[in-house]
């Protein structure tokens, strides 16, 4: 099964930027969409992005549209998640986690969770105005 494991959150002060970086091992290149995802205290985990698994497709939330950015390197096994403009209510923990995808040509993912699929461990992302 494909691990995941997120890195580089921080605190940072509204209207600034961070990284998130999203590290894939034991997966096969082209079989594997990722998203990320976030959970605030108190609430439900929100899907907010997803990148294909040739990268050729992205969605985003309306919350984080215009402001988030996903990419991916598969020579890297890292997927990325660049968050500008942050806002306080963009803080919460963030996860990269395997994603359903639909078979068209070219493939399209979606922001929800494979069943029983792989999440990482969280990045905590506080955001202060």
């Known amino acids: 099964q494909v691990q995941l494991a997120e890195s580089g959150g921080g605190s940072m002060q509204a209207g600034g930027s961070l990284k998130l970086s999203c590290t894939a091992s034991?997966?096969?290149?082209?079989?594997?969409?990722v998203g990320w995802f976030r959970q605030a205290p108190g609430t439900e985990r929100e899907g907010i992005s997803c990148?294909?698994?040739?990268?050729?497709?992205?969605d985003y939330a309306d919350s984080v549209k215009g402001r988030f950015t996903i990419s991916r390197d598969d020579a890297e096994n890292l997927i990325y998640l660049w968050l500008n403009n942050l806002k306080p209510e963009d803080t919460a923990v963030y996860y990269c986690?395997?994603?359903?995808?639909?078979?068209?040509?070219?493939?399209?993912?979606?922001?929800?969770?494979?069943?029983?699929?792989?999440w990482g461990q969280g990045a905590q992302v506080t955001v202060s105005s």
């Open positions: 986690g395997d994603v359903l995808e639909r078979t068209s040509i070219p493939p399209e993912c979606l922001i929800t969770p494979v069943p029983g699929g792989s």
């Open positions: 034991f997966y096969s290149r082209g079989d594997l969409a």
């Open positions: 990148i294909s698994s040739d990268g050729s497709h992205t």
